[in-house]
């Protein structure tokens, strides 16, 4: 507030002095606009593949956050797309890993909003994932792993723990390279971390996994080694249109 960096509506700045000054107009609505010192640029791009009126799809790159947090703000899918598209009104409808690659979904009006919403809390997105991980032949595939994920203790990562299932993912292993193997991972629920958790405790850690098992230090991140999940498909039913949506990443796990 010092700063000026408080704003009412009119775009008037809230000093100390003026928010101390009885009596405090109620219902006052307040911006501030968060600065990221030396924010690191990402060498990375998204793809819009998809776009009408109510709807934005993205193909997003390994290592680009969909949303500010931390230490990253301009460098995020949300806040590029708003400045490249002029998009003021764009919210994502669900969000995947700033490791992670693949389809993201955004909102760009206001009025159909809940509608999309809908759409992942009712499990009504089919979503497929690819993963490079380990080949273990003595893993039945297919499977279906249920098991009930939470933080574990540490605010970066989740773990399985005993008690009602409110993780389920589909398993199955596409093809067979060696000591490696490509999976398809059809998650049911959205558990943060999710495909992670369930291929490190089925003792198949995904290939490049800078949490799991091991959390790797600030500041040791390798572009040249990405996370080998992408988020491959999305399908759905356009809750405005009712038109059936599919929509396949262009992207590409390497082994």
């Known amino acids: 507030m ?22 405090y107009p109620a219902h006052t609505r307040l911006f501030y606009y968060r600065e990221v010192p030396h924010e690191p640029p990402i060498p990375f791009e998204a793809l819009v593949l998809y776009q009408d009126k109510h709807l934005l799809v993205v193909d997003k790159p390994h290592f680009l956050p969909v949303v500010p947090s931390g230490g990253y703000l301009s ?9 490249q598209l002029g998009l003021d009104d764009l919210v994502p409808i669900h969000r995947i890993d700033r490791d992670t ?3 993201v979904m955004f909102s760009k009006r206001p009025e159909s909003r809940a ?32 098991s009930r994920i939470q933080e574990a203790g540490h605010f970066m990562l989740q773990h399985e723990v005993d008690g009602p299932v409110n ?14 193997a490509r999976y398809e991972l059809k998650p049911v629920t959205g558990q943060r971390h999710q495909l992670r958790v ?38 759905f039913t356009d809750p405005v249109s009712g038109q059936a949506l599919h929509f396949v990443s262009q992207r590409e796990l390497v082994f």
């Open 115 to 146: 509608a999309y919403n809908a759409l992942f809390s009712q499990h009504r997105v089919q979503k497929t994932y690819h993963a490079i991980a380990p080949w273990r032949a003595d893993i039945p595939m297919p499977q279906v792993r249920q």
């Open 75 to 83: 460098e995020t899918v949300l806040v590029r797309l708003k400045r």
């Open 2 to 23: 010092a700063q000026g960096d408080v704003l009412d509506e009119s775009g008037t700045g809230i000093t100390p002095e003026r928010a101390s000054q009885p009596p």
């Open 101 to 103: 690659a693949g389809l």
């Open 167 to 180: 993780a389920v993912t589909h398993i199955n292993a596409l093809e067979v390279r060696g000591t490696l």
């Open 198 to 235: 369930h291929m490190l405790a089925l003792g198949l850690p995904i290939l490049n996994d800078g949490l799991y098992p091991v959390l790797t230090p600030e500041g040791q991140l390798d572009h040249a080694k990405p996370l080998q999940l992408l988020a491959r498909e999305l399908a």
